[in-house]
């Protein structure tokens, strides 16, 4: 079965080695709690918040040797409540956990997104 996998980091600074390093230990971390390898991912779609261009966030996949994940970055809803220097990721993945099962990781300043959701998983960081 195909299930999403959600997540989100914070930045400090809107700076390529940020921007790649928050999100490299994102995925890392979405992938060990859902014992995900990347040829059981099917796709991942990144989204930054407004204030963020330096660079796409996708790359950070490619970084930590996920060459053939299908990945996509897509602009998040600029919301004046939304939350600042956001990375937010939604991982397709092969599993056999039920949807109450998936782990989804917030780190960081995006704990405050989804306290609700696994918050033994998520860091304060």
């Given at each position: ?14 700076t390529a080695e940020e921007i790649l390093e928050r999100t490299a230990e ?39 040797g996920w060459q053939y994940v299908p990945v996509i970055c897509m602009r ?14 939604l991982m397709h993945a092969e599993t056999d956990r039920k949807p109450q ?25």
């Amino acid at each position: 079965m195909i299930r999403g996998i959600r997540g989100a980091t914070t930045v400090e600074q809107d700076t390529a080695e940020e921007i790649l390093e928050r999100t490299a230990e994102l995925l890392q971390a979405i992938a060990r709690a859902n014992q995900v390898e990347p040829d059981e991912m099917a796709s991942i779609c990144f989204t930054l918040s407004a204030d963020l261009h330096a660079t796409f966030p996708a790359e950070a996949a490619r970084r930590i040797g996920w060459q053939y994940v299908p990945v996509i970055c897509m602009r998040e809803l600029d919301v004046p409540h939304g939350l600042p220097k956001t990375v937010r990721v939604l991982m397709h993945a092969e599993t056999d956990r039920k949807p109450q099962e998936v782990r989804h990781v917030y780190l960081r300043g995006a704990v405050v997104l989804r306290e609700d959701l696994n918050p033994d998983v998520s860091s304060r960081g």
